[in-house]
């Protein structure tokens, strides 16, 4: 039974992965809490729900839903960051929850709350001794790792990639240094975007999709983030991890109303060894 909770807590954590590293990439750039990224996920499980009622197979729906995630992502970027980032921080903060609220009620009012479920597109079981696993979660956590290890290779190795990490280290220097910042914030909310829609079209396997899923998200992923040190990639993954497996360890041998007790103790013990997270970087000045 322990081996088969590990495996799911690993799946769970994939999932949150790709959000956390969605939250982490804004955060390397503009230091804020991007909440807005948990609704965004949602919105892209809700795009690939629908786009599957086109028979147009999964991949098909999953490629729709990216379309519209970086669309409504840059739509942000253009309306709200771009004229936001002069604000002060708690006046950013309520601008960000605002623009949460906002497509959080959208989303409520034209798909109303009735709870929707990805179907599988893999549903074979694999059985491995004691372990039982789909494959579809197989491959999900697989590309989980892949994704993120892309794009970690491209912001180390590309040369928008070292563009987008001279940015994050220091917003204002790289304007003057000829950075162009505002192709820069394009790129990150279109890659943020893109996050946004795979991740949404995995946890929608997981999770019902209801408006409501994006609070559990901005719990679980900002816990990952506390965990890992805010604004590291690598960081935001072995969070994500962390949290995964203690959600799956804690509704296994605590139950589901006592998983939350055993994942803020493993915060507490993490914190109290390391203050600033497992790995971190500087904040919004």
């Known amino acids: 039974m322990l081996i088969s909770q590990i495996v799911n807590g690993l799946v769970i954590g994939s999932g949150y992965a790709i959000v956390a590293v969605g939250l ?57 960051i771009r004229y936001a980032m002069s604000l002060k921080h708690e006046q950013l903060l309520i601008g960000i929850f605002a ?7 959208i989303a409520l009012t034209e798909w ?6 990805i179907p599988s597109f893999a549903p074979t079981v694999i059985k491995i001794g004691e ?13 989980s790792i892949v994704i993120i290890g892309l794009l970690a290779l491209f912001l180390k190795r590309a040369k928008l990639g070292k563009a987008i ?27 943020t975007g893109a996050l946004a829609a795979i ?9 019902y999709v209801h408006p409501k899923l994006a609070d559990l998200l901005i719990m679980k992923t900002f816990i990952a983030l506390i965990l890992g040190g805010f604004g590291n990639i690598f960081g935001a993954l072995v969070g994500s991890y962390v949290v995964g497996l203690t959600d799956s360890l ?36």
């Open 24 to 80: 982490t990439l804004v955060f390397m750039i503009f230091k804020i809490p991007w909440f807005v990224q948990a609704i965004l996920v949602v919105y892209g499980a809700y795009f690939t729900y629908f786009a599957l009622g086109l028979n147009i197979g999964f991949i098909g729906a999953v490629t729709l839903s990216v379309l519209g995630c970086i669309l409504l992502a840059v739509l942000i970027e253009r309306l709200f």
């Open 99 to 105: 623009v949460l609220t906002i497509l959080k009620t």
């Open 112 to 117: 109303g709350g009735y709870p929707k479920y």
């Open 131 to 143: 372990i039982t696993i789909t494959l579809d979660r197989i491959i999900m956590s697989i590309l």
């Open 165 to 191: 990490r001279a940015t994050s280290q220091d917003y204002r220097t790289a304007s003057i240094l000829g950075i162009n910042i505002n192709k820069i914030s394009v790129i990150t909310f279109i890659i």
């Open 199 to 207: 991740g949404g079209s995995m946890l929608g396997m997981i999770y």
């Open 250 to 285: 804690g509704i296994a041998y605590l139950g589901a109303g006592m998983k939350e007790i055993l994942l803020f103790i493993v915060i507490l013990v993490i914190l109290l060894i390391k203050p600033s997270g497992l790995f971190s970087v500087g904040r919004r000045k």
